[in-house]
């Protein structure tokens, strides 16, 4: 026996067994009071939801139900007061239980309420099923709405994500359910709610839709009625009908596993097509649809529900200026028709905002929304053609090359892509910023060679392309499609001394009492251009419209931009800006083919540009860039002047008109004047391979070995253009 057991008396085992009987005592009283708790916990609950059903039992019905009527009138206002759409029950038909077809009633319950007929207007197991479904997500992943809560949110309340509104929703339904029966909830339910495209109740939505009364709508068509409450723009057929068909299925499989319908039924149904009537006049009447969809878009990513837009009496205050919005309304046909684009595919889209603060001055997703609801400024990715090149030239710029610095403008490759001038027109060494305002195709392929794809991509990432990019030398020509809001976010910086803003469109939203429930915050800047550049590629873009390739779009006053062709006439651009507006115009055929031959990018987009820079920029009048002087020289003739792609060329050449100019300091408009005949059809395209050596993608270039350039001098303090905010000096 050790000294330690003699002493106490107790062995070691019986030491362990003590030491193991107090632990489960711990473990004994520990799972006890978590019982207890527990016991404790549910016992409350319990009572806590006894209590709210016998005080939900107890209230009293609501007086003359059957008569009431929602207001359901919100307006959308431009900047400048203009009301550019109502909402309003635009076919509001009221039709009774006994005409709206079975198949809708099942399919709208198997959707949204399958006790419907079991509850008393709400359902408590429901709710506590979702509510740990979001707690356990963080996040509202799953409502738990009866059909008659939301009637009465229709009809009293909105869709305010709050406590205290979930628990007048419980109040007023079980009110509703004390005052009219089940079937006349379900009545007045599919006669208010809103279905989108400004459809109020199931017969409004059969007439926008299918162009037909309810009672001839297929199972298929009901289906999708049914599937339209949970969000309205979103699965509009109209808006996109993929997501329709998608949700459409949806609600057919739900009404499959509940026995609504057979097996063939369900089979027959997810094979039909969806066949859309004509978008209903009265519903495009709004001034700007296609700017309405987005505000709406920026609304539900605000937190507020579409229903609630619709029907809750707000006036909503945007950034559209009318008058431009106008301009553009009247350009975009008038000028399609003046060059031979009439049919429905060939499209034009137009994005408009200020570089300053970003606002959202005008947006056409297309010509005509009653034939076509895709909207072309943030949906559609389509190639820029030579309008990408101002994002080589920023990375260039950026790396040291300058304006004045000269570029081999002759025949070279880089591994089997030959790329090559429009009209095989070639000029040997020219300034940079003349490469650039006679858009030479190979003088692009020679910058992004001598800066690296990397540095090109990084530049129009930090701009704000988010569209995936190639890495591939062709991109220096806009052979990768962008879409046109972020293509035309990047000039942005251009125009703002190299800062970036994200362009917005709603500035405040008001109850009908007044009340402001949402102002807009300060505009968010970032800034990934050195003012330097920015200056540096306003001079050059200048020149564009001047007297290079954008001509027409000369709106008489300060101005920069850049046209943008792709091969065979598919895509035409024009993106510009004053200090004050960006605009970018597209100009293409949906399908992917060839416009009329003569559509380029200095052609109908600029004129489009013009017209609505015209009116965009009145109240600004004669704005000039407030940046550093940037001079450019006509030839520089110093023996240390950088030569791009120098090593590519043997014989050194340079055009004889610009030798008598020999250094001399001169606007753009005189550097280039004797270039005016000589560009008179140079509008530049994507360029073709060669024949003898067929173009394909460059897999992962080895790196250029370039000079580094020497730095640019430092000279006295620079001061910050006029169109950066006041809080960023």
């Known amino acids: 026996m050790s000294n330690k057991e003699f002493r106490t008396g107790v062995s070691a085992k019986e030491m362990a067994k003590s030491n193991i009987s107090r632990k489960k005592v711990k473990d004994e009283s520990l799972f006890s009071k978590l019982k207890f708790l527990f016991i404790v916990g549910g016992a409350c609950a319990l009572a806590g939801i006894a209590s709210l059903q016998l005080y939900l039992s107890s209230l009293p019905p609501i007086e003359n139900l059957d008569h009431f009527k929602p207001n359901i009138v919100t307006k959308i206002y431009s900047s400048d007061g203009e009301i550019i759409k109502t909402f309003t029950a635009y076919t509001y038909e009221k039709i009774e239980l006994k005409d709206i077809p079975d198949n809708l009633k099942k399919a709208l319950i198997a959707t949204e309420d399958k006790n419907f007929y079991h509850h008393n207007g709400y359902d408590i197991t429901g709710l506590v099923r979702s509510t740990v479904q979001n707690i356990l997500a963080g996040h509202v992943v799953q409502g738990a709405s009866t059909i008659t809560q939301q009637l009465a949110r229709v009809l009293f309340l909105n869709n305010e994500k709050t406590f205290d509104r979930k628990l007048k929703e419980l109040f007023i339904a079980a009110r509703i359910e004390k005052t009219i029966s089940k079937d006349q909830i379900l009545e007045m339910y599919l006669n208010n709610v809103y279905l989108g495209s400004g459809a109020y109740g199931v017969e409004a939505a059969a007439q926008i839709y299918f162009d037909k009364h309810l009672k001839n709508c297929t199972l298929s068509e009901l289906a999708l009625i049914a599937g339209l409450p949970q969000a309205p723009s979103v699965y509009s057929p109209f808006n996109n009908k993929d997501l329709a068909i998608k949700r459409r299925n949806q609600v057919l499989t739900r009404m499959y596993k509940m026995r609504y319908i057979t097996t063939d039924e369900y089979n027959k149904a997810k094979k039909e097509d969806v066949k859309l009537g004509p978008v209903p006049q009265y519903y495009t009447t709004n001034k700007a649809p296609y700017f309405c969809d987005y505000v709406m878009k920026e609304l539900e990513a605000l937190g507020f529900d579409e229903t609630e837009i619709s029907q809750g009496g707000y006036k909503v205050v945007t ?411």
């Open 319 to 729: 950034t559209l200026d009318y008058k431009t919005q106008k301009a553009v309304n009247e350009s975009i046909p008038r000028n399609l028709i003046n060059w031979g684009l009439r049919a429905d595919n060939n499209q034009a889209a137009v994005f408009s905002f200020s570089p300053i603060d970003g606002k959202i001055i005008a947006y056409a997703g297309g010509r005509d929304y009653t034939k076509s609801q895709y909207d072309r400024v943030t949906q559609a990715v389509r190639p820029p053609g030579s309008s990408f090149k101002p994002i080589v030239y920023a990375a260039a710029l950026e790396k040291g090359i300058t304006p004045n610095d000269l570029i081999d403008d002759s025949p070279f490759s880089i591994g089997s892509w030959a790329p090559r001038n429009y009209g095989n027109k070639y000029r040997g060494k020219i300034p940079v910023y003349k490469a650039l305002m006679v858009s030479s195709n190979v003088c692009a392929a020679r910058v992004i060679k001598e800066v690296g794809i990397r540095s090109v991509i990084q530049v129009a990432r930090t701009l704000g392309i988010d569209t995936p990019l190639e890495f591939d030398y062709t991109i220096a020509l806009g052979s990768n499609g962008v879409k046109l809001f972020e293509f035309t976010r990047a000039y942005g910086a251009f125009a703002n001394g190299g800062y970036v803003v994200q362009p917005y469109s709603v500035e405040r939203v008001e109850t009908s009492r007044g009340k402001v429930v949402y102002k807009a915050p300060k505009t968010k800047f970032s800034h990934q251009l050195s003012v330097i550049t920015a200056a540096e590629m306003t001079a050059m873009l200048k020149t564009v419209i001047a007297s290079g390739t954008g001509r027409a779009a000369n709106i008489g006053k300060p101005a920069a931009g850049k046209t943008g062709t792709t091969d065979d006439n598919k895509d035409a651009y024009f993106v510009g800006y004053t200090p004050n507006i960006v605009t970018g115009v597209w100009v293409g055929n949906d399908e992917n083919v060839a416009m009329t031959k003569g559509v380029q990018g200095g052609t109908v987009p600029a004129i489009i540009w013009k017209d609505v820079m015209k009116v965009a920029t009145e109240k600004y009048g004669k704005a000039e860039f407030n940046y550093p002087e940037v001079t450019l020289k006509s030839y520089n003739s110093a023996a240390n002047t950088k030569v791009i792609g120098q090593e590519e060329q043997v014989e050194e050449t340079y055009p004889e008109e610009n030798k008598e100019h020999n250094s001399e300091a001169v606007t753009p408009a005189d550097v280039v004047k004797n270039f005016n005949k000589e560009h008179e059809n140079s509008q530049n395209h994507t360029a073709q391979p060669s024949a003898q050596q067929p173009a394909k993608p460059v897999e992962q270039p080895k790196p250029v070995s370039v000079p580094k350039p020497a730095p640019k001098p430092q000279a006295a303090p620079i001061p910050v253009p006029m169109a950066v905010p006041d809080s960023l000096h």
